[in-house]
């Protein structure tokens, strides 16, 4: 085992890991269940929208040319000749000061062009007055002043958004063609490991990244199958992912990726003959992460430390995964926060701390979330987002710019921006 890993950049394991990814094939869903899914086709728009055109407003449907000269000293009346609710149309021809009792959403029948609002007119005996000059298409929506048949709508490769469900809906798609989602194992290694309703044992802990990780594929619209824990013994853990690659588009482990005794990963990805794009990132906590690929299939390794797992998880797993699923936009935002108190602990490699993010007077006041060691959890549930300080040799301070990576947010980048 090599002990002396060197490490790359951040951005350059990212890239790494991207370019020996691809997107997985599509699928046609039922429109109701698309939310969350990529769309593997652009969605044209199949009429005009609106469909026809129409009322905005309750009131009446005039021709706008008899309004012309109306004031308050002389009002202008009309007498109502058919009433259209939405839904129902006419092929009445108004006459001169003629009106249609309409609805909001209702036809407008092609003879008028302006609409007066319940509130702009005063009812009389047989229909109302006006006191003002209404303009054309005043109060109307226009067929297609939205968006016109054959207008592409939402592009291939977006996130369908609920959004997305309303203009399928729209446009009568009952079912919709969308990225594959990956089938994502996961598989908690260490044989300190217990589960979760297990009683407590001397120099044994709770399995927490398991469904850590299971929840932050939740986060990204993916079911991930979770595998049993497994001992540190190489043979069986080989057994194991071997399985699972039979059965998964990608495998997620946690521990045994560092240089201890028991640390497997390594000789495991030697064993299936898999591809090490790297085992060392300068970035804290999960530098020891480590990503290999096999065939199309990639293996993340990552740190059994529960906040070096969560972070090799955001930086890594989850762009990659997006990409699989056919996503544009891959990467978590990444935006400017002020740092809400002094951080003085430098060190050389990129920090992801997790944090608790507070939006006040317009601004993202950040500050780091608790505990904030590589083996910290419950820092990671206290926070929504991840302050990111560059790695060197000094501190920052309370009210310091720092950039801060916008972690559970569904609307994504097609850059990464750190
Ligand atoms: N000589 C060196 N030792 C270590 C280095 C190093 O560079 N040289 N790196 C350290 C860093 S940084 C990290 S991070 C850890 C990574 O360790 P592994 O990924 O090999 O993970 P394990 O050894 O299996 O476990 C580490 C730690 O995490 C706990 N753990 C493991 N799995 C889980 C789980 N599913 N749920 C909760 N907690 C878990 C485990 O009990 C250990 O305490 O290595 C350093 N060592
Ligand atoms: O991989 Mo470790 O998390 O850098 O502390
Ligand atoms: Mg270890």
Same mark, same amino acid.
């Given at each position: 085992?090599?002990?002396?890993?060197?490490?790359? !950049?951040?951005?350059?394991?990212?890239?790494?890991?991207?370019?020996?990814?691809?997107?997985?094939?599509?699928?046609?869903?039922?429109? $109701?269940?698309?939310?969350?899914?990529?769309?593997?086709?652009?969605?044209?728009?199949?009429?005009?929208?609106?469909?026809?055109?129409?009322?905005?407003?309750?009131?009446? #449907?005039?021709?706008?040319?008899?309004?012309?000269?109306?004031?308050? /000293?002389?009002?202008?009346?009309?007498?109502?000749?058919?009433?259209?609710?939405?839904?129902?149309?006419?092929?009445?021809?108004?006459?001169?000061?003629?009106? &249609?009792?309409?609805?909001?959403?209702?036809?407008?029948?092609?003879?008028?062009?302006? +609409? =007066?609002?319940?509130?702009? #007119?005063?009812?009389?005996?047989?229909?109302? %007055?006006?006191?003002?000059?209404? @303009?054309?298409?005043?109060?109307?929506?226009?067929?297609?002043?939205?968006?016109?048949?054959?207008?592409?709508?939402?592009?291939?490769?977006?996130?369908?958004?609920?959004?997305?469900?309303?203009? *399928?809906? $729209?446009?009568?798609?009952?079912?919709?063609?969308?990225?594959?989602?990956?089938?994502?194992?996961?598989?908690?290694?260490?044989? /300190?490991?217990?589960?979760?309703?297990?009683?407590?044992?001397?120099?044994?802990?709770?399995?927490?990244?398991?469904?850590?990780?299971?929840?932050?594929?939740?986060?990204?619209?993916?079911?991930?199958? *979770?595998?049993?824990?497994?001992?540190?013994? *190489?043979? $069986?853990?080989?057994?194991?992912?071997?399985?699972?690659?039979? /059965?998964?588009?990608?495998?997620?482990? %946690?521990?045994?990726?560092?240089?201890?005794?028991?640390?497997? *990963?390594?000789?495991?990805?030697?064993?299936?003959?898999?591809?090490?794009?790297?085992?060392?990132?300068?970035?804290?906590?999960?530098? =020891?992460?480590?990503?290999? =690929?096999?065939?199309?299939?990639?293996?993340?390794?990552? !740190?059994?430390?529960?906040? #070096?797992?969560?972070?090799?998880?955001?930086?890594?797993? @989850?762009?990659?995964?997006?990409?699989?699923?056919?996503?544009?936009?891959?990467? #978590?935002? +990444?935006?400017?926060?002020?740092?809400?108190?002094?951080?003085?602990?430098?060190?050389?490699? %990129?920090?992801?701390?997790?944090?608790?993010?507070?939006? @006040?007077?317009?601004?993202?006041?950040?500050?780091?979330?608790?505990?904030?060691?590589?083996?910290? =959890?419950?820092?990671?549930?206290?926070?929504?987002?991840?302050?990111?300080?560059?790695?060197? %040799? @000094?501190?920052?301070?309370?009210?310091?710019?720092?950039? +801060?990576?916008?972690?559970?947010?569904?609307?994504?980048?097609?850059? &990464?921006?750190?």
């Amino acid at each position: 085992m090599t002990i002396n890993r060197i490490p790359i !950049s951040v951005r350059e394991a990212l890239g790494r890991v991207i370019d020996n990814v691809g997107r997985l094939p599509h699928e046609k869903v039922p429109y $109701t269940e698309s939310y969350g899914r990529i769309l593997a086709a652009d969605l044209t728009a199949t009429d005009d929208v609106p469909l026809f055109t129409k009322s905005a407003m309750d009131g009446f #449907a005039i021709r706008s040319e008899d309004s012309t000269g109306a004031s308050g /000293e002389r009002r202008i009346a009309f007498k109502v000749v058919e009433e259209i609710p939405a839904g129902a149309s006419s092929d009445y021809v108004l006459a001169p000061n003629e009106a &249609f009792r309409i609805m909001t959403g209702a036809e407008v029948p092609k003879s008028a062009d302006a +609409v =007066v609002m319940f509130e702009q #007119a005063k009812e009389t005996a047989d229909g109302f %007055t006006v006191r003002k000059a209404f @303009r054309p298409d005043e109060n109307i929506a226009l067929q297609g002043e939205e968006c016109k048949t054959g207008d592409v709508i939402v592009p291939e490769g977006t996130f369908v958004n609920p959004g997305t469900v309303a203009t *399928l809906a $729209t446009f009568g798609y009952s079912s919709v063609e969308v990225y594959r989602r990956p089938v994502v194992g996961i598989m908690s290694t260490g044989s /300190e490991l217990l589960d979760v309703d297990a009683p407590p044992e001397r120099g044994k802990i709770r399995n927490s990244n398991g469904p850590m990780i299971q929840s932050q594929l939740k986060r990204m619209n993916i079911d991930g199958r *979770l595998y049993k824990l497994e001992a540190d013994d *190489l043979d $069986t853990l080989t057994a194991r992912v071997r399985e699972m690659l039979s /059965e998964v588009d990608a495998v997620i482990t %946690t521990g045994g990726v560092s240089v201890g005794d028991y640390d497997h *990963l390594p000789g495991l990805y030697k064993n299936l003959g898999a591809i090490e794009l790297f085992n060392k990132v300068g970035m804290r906590p999960g530098s =020891v992460t480590t990503v290999s =690929v096999l065939g199309d299939k990639p293996l993340f390794g990552l !740190s059994g430390n529960p906040s #070096a797992c969560y972070s090799g998880f955001e930086l890594f797993v @989850r762009p990659a995964l997006l990409k699989m699923m056919g996503h544009d936009k891959i990467y #978590a935002p +990444v935006v400017e926060g002020i740092l809400d108190e002094d951080f003085r602990k430098a060190n050389p490699f %990129t920090r992801f701390i997790r944090a608790e993010l507070e939006y @006040r007077d317009g601004r993202i006041m950040a500050r780091p979330s608790g505990f904030n060691k590589s083996n910290a =959890v419950t820092s990671i549930a206290k926070s929504n987002g991840v302050i990111v300080l560059p790695g060197g %040799t @000094r501190g920052f301070e309370k009210g310091n710019a720092v950039r +801060v990576m916008m972690t559970d947010m569904t609307t994504g980048t097609d850059r &990464f921006d750190i």
